[in-house]
């Protein structure tokens, strides 16, 4: 039963550049959450995505955005990069009726120089 | 505001002895508590949750904790650490507005010395 898989897991962008992050859910699993670590932080909600929509969103600008295949795989999309982006992106996939109880992929680390 | 407060940055504990990594909580109504673990340049693992039921809560690798509604804690614990529980770990609640959200605490790192 494969888990929560994320691609690249790292990636280097410059300023101003625009980035793709993705996510496979664990299997049997249709909602899909993005959330950002900063170096020395816990991670932050980004946003959610069920039924291949945004369900629920976190404080990120809308440089962040996202979208969710009917396969239930997701792609975060960051554009116009600023340095203080850096950070690992998680995915978490869940159950839609058990939103909670999420399982985290292991991260993509993307720098922004 | 919903929060989440981890008031140790480090824990040290030597190989063995028992140990307590603090959280504590503000939500309205009644908490979804978890607790995460991080190794390095690793996601997320899954120890532990609190939904309702038992104030002590058992999970994976040995680990428990115990909710404590007056205090609003849910301090997670170990009877005797192993040098391979070092590592990051994290409280979180669900957030009552937003039920597909977890607030996450800052993250306790936990050095265990053999």
């Known amino acids: 039963d494969a888990g929560v898989t994320q691609s690249p897991t790292h990636l280097i962008k410059t300023r101003g550049q625009q980035v793709t992050l993705r996510c496979s859910p664990k299997?049997?699993?249709?909602?899909v959450s993005w959330y950002q670590q900063a170096l020395g932080q816990g991670p932050q909600f980004i946003f959610q995505y069920y039924e291949e929509e945004e369900r629920q969103r976190g404080n990120f600008p809308d440089r962040f955005s996202g979208h969710q295949f009917p396969n239930y795989s997701s792609e975060l999309n960051v554009n116009a990069l600023l340095l203080g982006d850096s950070a690992l992106y998680l995915c978490a996939s869940s159950l839609r009726d058990r939103v909670h109880e999420q399982y985290f992929g292991p991260g993509t680390r993307l720098t922004v120089t | 505001a919903q929060s989440v407060a981890q008031p140790e940055d480090q824990v040290n504990v030597a190989e063995g002895n028992p140990l307590t990594v603090k959280c504590t909580y503000s939500?309205?109504?009644?908490?979804?508590l978890f607790w995460y673990v991080q190794y390095p340049n690793r996601g997320l693992q899954f120890l532990l949750k609190?939904?309702?039921?038992?104030?002590l809560v058992k999970g994976s690798y040995g680990f428990e904790a115990e909710f404590n509604k007056s205090q609003t804690s849910f301090h997670l614990k170990k009877p005797s650490a192993l040098v391979s529980d070092s590592a990051l770990y994290f409280c979180?609640?669900?957030?009552?507005?937003?039920?597909?959200?977890?607030?996450f605490g800052q993250g306790t790192t936990l050095q265990v010395k053999p």
């Open positions: 979180a609640v669900r957030d009552i507005s937003n039920t597909g959200k977890l607030i």
């Open positions: 939500v309205s109504g009644n908490p979804y």
């Open positions: 609190y939904i309702t039921g038992d104030n």
């Open positions: 299997s049997g699993h249709d909602t």
